[in-house]
Each structure stands twice: as structure tokens, then as C-alpha cells.
Nanobody, 127 residues
Framework: QVQLVESGGGLVQAGGSLRLSCAAS????????MGWFRQAPGKEREFGAA????????YYADSVKGRFTISRDNAKNTVYLQMNSLKPEDTGVYYC????????????????????WGQGTQVTVSS
């Protein structure tokens, strides 16, 4: 079982920055991938960013491309999401995700590609 602990959320003004962290524990093997999804008030949860652990390949939703950067620290089994130029529409709960399995095809934008989810951290961007 993998435990994911998120941190770094909070309240920021539009144009500001935040850095989210997600530390994974409970498993000796490295993940196949980790990512971030988010859910705005009254909306469905959506893909934000993801990273393949071994290759370091990154993927972004169009809405965050150029403003957000996902990265990882292999030694700490931690994934980060640096969020710059934040907009009020970035407000929501941000969820860290973890893919352990090497079986099947990995679709980074799909929720069912990730077996483990964090509890979420709130990000609020004021205008």
C-alpha cells in the first residue's frame, strides 16, 4: 500500500506562485509515474500534470502548460508541482496520484491509470 502526503497548498493572489509537494511511502520500488489532478468547485476532477518516473518525461494539460512545472526527486520519492502565474481559475483541490503497475497501457490523463491517490490539498487563488 502506498501512502501519499501532499503539502504546499494555500491562499495566493493572482499572478503569484505556489509549490506543491507529494511524498510517497510504503513501497520500495519506484513508481511508474506520478501526477497531479485538480477539482474546481462545482466541476469534475481534471488532469493537470504527470511525470514518468524513470525517463522523466512530463505531460501537461493545456490549461497549465507554460505556467506549471512537474518534477521529481528520486531519492525522496517525492513529486513537486511548481505553479507560477496563478489565476483564479486554478482554484481547487489538488490531488497527487501514483501509478505502481507496469502492466497495461499508461494513459497519463486518465484517472484510472493511477492506483493511489492523496487526500488533496486546497489551492485558492484570489483575484
Amino acid at each position: 500500500q502506498v501512502q501519499l502526503v501532499e503539502s504546499g497548498g494555500g491562499l495566493v493572489q493572482a499572478g503569484g506562485s505556489l509549490r506543491l509537494s507529494c511524498a510517497a511511502s510504503g513501497r520500495t520500488a519506484s513508481p511508474v509515474a506520478m501526477g497531479w489532478f485538480r477539482q474546481a468547485p462545482g466541476k469534475e476532477r481534471e488532469f493537470g500534470a504527470a511525470i514518468r518516473w524513470s525517463a522523466g518525461s512530463t505531460y501537461y494539460a493545456d490549461s497549465v502548460k507554460g505556467r506549471f512545472t512537474i518534477s521529481r526527486d528520486n531519492a525522496k520519492n517525492t513529486v513537486y508541482l511548481q505553479m507560477n502565474s496563478l489565476k483564479p481559475e486554478d482554484t481547487g483541490v489538488y490531488y497527487c496520484t501514483y501509478r505502481a503497475t507496469t502492466r497495461g497501457t499508461y494513459y497519463y490523463w486518465r484517472e484510472d491509470s493511477y492506483e493511489f491517490w492523496g487526500q488533496g490539498t486546497q489551492v485558492t487563488v484570489s483575484s
